[in-house]
């Protein structure tokens, strides 16, 4: 059973920069497709940025589109979201999650009626100060 555990989580100002990074623990990512969710509090879950099982395609939400940059390390079993100027509305406990395709579904990307979630992350907390 493999195991998503998401690190690089923290404080940091408004403006400022932080790596996210997932890692599978027990297997492989290959060959199937990931992505980053957020969820802040009082909110439901939501779609942050989603990579193809070979990283040559990536999907965003319009909100981070332009900052955050999503890549993946097969050979190493890492993801990683490279988040910048990032802003107090980023605030969340952001998750990574695997998908039984090769690349991301709709249904995988909108939380709506998805059955191909193999994998969750237990979240890591992102806190940007104004």
């Known amino acids: 059973q493999v195991q998503l555990v998401e690190s690089g989580g923290g404080l940091v100002q408004a403006g400022g920069s932080l790596r996210l990074s997932c890692t599978a623990s027990g297997g492989t990512f290959s060959p199937f497709a990931m992505g980053w969710f957020r969820q802040a509090p009082g909110k439901d879950r939501e779609f942050v940025a989603a990579i193809s099982w070979n990283g040559i395609n990536t999907w965003y939400a319009d909100s981070v589109k332009g900052r955050f940059i999503i890549s993946r390390d097969n050979a190493q079993i890492t993801m990683y979201l490279q988040m910048n100027s990032l802003k107090p509305e980023d605030t969340a406990v952001y998750y990574c999650?695997?998908?039984?395709?090769?690349?991301?579904?709709?249904?995988?990307?909108?939380?709506?009626?998805?059955?191909?979630?193999?994998?969750w992350g237990q979240g890591t907390q992102v806190t940007v100060s104004s």
């Open positions: 999650a695997q998908e039984k395709m090769t690349n991301p579904t709709d249904q995988f990307m909108s939380l709506a009626g998805v059955t191909t979630i193999v994998n």
